[in-house]
T-cell receptor, first 111, second 113 residues
Framework: GQQVMQIPQYQHVQEGEDFTTYCNSSTTLSNIQWYKQRPGGHPVFLIQLVKSGEVKKQKRLTFQFGEAKKNSSLHITATQTTDVGTYFCAGLREYGNKLVFGAGTILRVKS | GAGVSQSPRYKVAKRGQDVALRCDPISGHVSLFWYQQALGQGPEFLTYFQNEAQLDKSGLPSDRFFAERPEGSVSTLKIQRTQQEDSAVYLC???????????FGPGTRLTVL
């Protein structure tokens, strides 16, 4: 079945440093979504990427979708303590209707 | 105009008991999803509804799990004869369409003793 792998599992950075998490799918995706889950909270939608090679920015966050539509990345520039949480990618297979989530990357920020 | 709500927020069950978890999606959202999230893991798909039709139940781990959405709005996830391995957070999410962003509820934390 479809699998979505996410690395790293955990990253601890100093405030102001950059952070990147990577996502790889075993199958070609129609779209990929990113969610953030704060400790004790529920996943909150960040963005959806649909086109091959697409790049989207939200303030300090940059999202990329690979040319083959099988991988994606999220990059945060100059992390802040408010960025802490777990970042999940979730892939939707073509003609599918269910998101397959990665295991997430836990981000901790030291101030 | 509130978001997705779920009840109860916490449920403790003795092994063998039946439980029912409720989800109230955002009004007007056609698609409704149930996920199971174990500690330190991403949400795992359980089942998907489009209106009242259950179009995909491939993620339900056993025939002890049953979900319904009879009127196309509120949904209930029922677990019969609970086992310890059923302990997890059960998340409900809704969206306008299956390929759109999903709005998650706060989840129900189920602990089976």
């Amino acid at each position: 079945g479809q699998q979505v792998m996410q690395i790293p599992q955990y990253q601890h950075v100093q405030e102001g440093e950059d952070f990147t998490t990577y996502c790889n799918s075993s199958t070609t995706l129609s779209n990929i979504q990113w969610y953030k889950q704060r400790p004790g909270g529920h996943p909150v939608f960040l963005i959806q990427l649909v086109k091959s090679g697409e790049v989207k920015k939200q303030k300090r966050l940059t999202f990329q979708f690979g040319e083959a539509k099988k991988n994606s990345s999220l990059h945060i520039t100059a992390t802040q303590t408010t960025d802490v949480g777990t970042y999940f990618c979730a892939g939707l297979r073509e003609y599918g209707n269910k998101l397959v989530f990665g295991a997430g990357t836990i981000l901790r920020v030291k101030s | 105009g509130a978001g997705v709500s779920q009840s109860p927020r916490y449920k403790v069950a003795k092994r063998g008991q039946d439980v029912a978890l409720r989800c109230d999606p955002i009004s007007g959202h056609v698609s409704l999803f149930w996920y199971q999230q174990a500690l330190g893991q991403g949400p795992e798909f359980l089942t998907y509804f489009q209106n009242e039709a259950q179009l995909d139940k491939s993620g339900l781990p056993s025939d002890r799990f049953f979900a319904e959405r009879p009127e196309g709005s509120v949904s209930t996830l029922k677990i019969q004869r609970t086992q310890q391995e059923d302990s997890a957070v059960y998340l409900c999410a809704s969206s306008f369409a299956s390929y759109n962003e999903q709005f998650f509820g706060p989840g129900t934390r189920l602990t089976v003793l």
